[in-house]
């Protein structure tokens, strides 16, 4: 058995459902606390002291953790519910077996390396996705996370087991270098032929809430003209949201819906709906969400229903640092460069130091599924890369 199945077996057995192999591990949910368990548990046996940010976002440090110019390498624990074993841990565990890979070449690294596990990057809890790393950053602040509920009520304050600690500069200030590896969300590696990929950009996108409100009434004894059904025109977006994203080469997802009331026998006062819009340019996603807010607009005048945008988290496109990007290339021989439509932690953090990501080939592309896949060997040629990128950086 590979040093990788091993730890990965550990790992893969927490949040999973025994019955479609789909994970749920929301933010500080007995399922993500066992694996920061299982962090803490893999840092002691390495002795590398962790240090937790007050966000939720934990560091396993090699090296002095005061020495600064460190190098950050990790991911995220939490899930999408019903999603797959490897977008978020397959970063984590391979930074933890890379810094085993380093120590066993002898490698005295010339910087700190500090593993890290950020909290909440899906948002599937409380709906900000990479809100763990943009605590850090400061592009969320204490206040704002501090707002924050999840679908049962429950606040982060809560959820966490106290207030959000707000921006750490001070923490911030002591990496130099950061490099996410994570499973291809798509097929860019698989159709190229090559396991191991260096991240270019990322998409700008972002996630709209759509507020639908109408007139609760009977189902059986209002006539059809007589309605204000907010369905109705939650109906129209998912579909507009389509053909918009068909006709732009982008791409446009509504989730996350909510009907009040939510009876068979009672048409809805109020339906609440999330869009994510993403495009491979920033013209194209606003043109995109304009062009859908005014045809939900017009429709919502015939169906009678009023329309409530707010934009949550819009992420800008993510240039990832061109040196770095062709360094980690050079070091692994060629390796091919690729964009990702997906958002990251190393989104993040990309403003504020250079960051780079790595990408492990998943055959079918699929993500966000339990049908999410990496083949082991590629899963090893993943953690050879990074240990590669991690000698050269240190
Ligand atoms: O949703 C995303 O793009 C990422 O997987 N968090
Ligand atoms: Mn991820
Ligand atoms: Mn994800
Ligand atoms: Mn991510």
Redesign the pocket.
Known sequence: MTAFRALWDELATLGRDRGTGGYLRYAYSPAERACRDWFAAQAAARDLPVEADGNGNLFAWWGDPAAGDAVLTGSHFDS?PH?GAY??PLGIVSAFLAVDALRARGHRPARPVAVAAFVE??GARFGVPCLGSRLLTGAVDADAAGALRDADGVSFAQAHGGAPAGARPDLLARFGTAVELHVE?GRGLAEVGAAVGVGTAIWPHGRWRVTLTGEPNHAGTTAMADRRDPMLTAAFLVLAANKQARLRAARATVGRVQVRPNATNAIPERVTAWLDARAADTATLTALVEGLTAQVAERAVRDGTEVGWAAESVTAEVGFDPALAARLAALLDGAPLLPTA?GHDAGVLSAHLPTAMLFVRNHTGV??SPAEHADDADCVAGVDALASVLAGLT
Request: aromatic fraction near 0%; glycine fraction near 20%; proline fraction near 0%.
């Open positions: 999408v999603g977008d978020g990057e899906e969300q997906a993500s966000h």
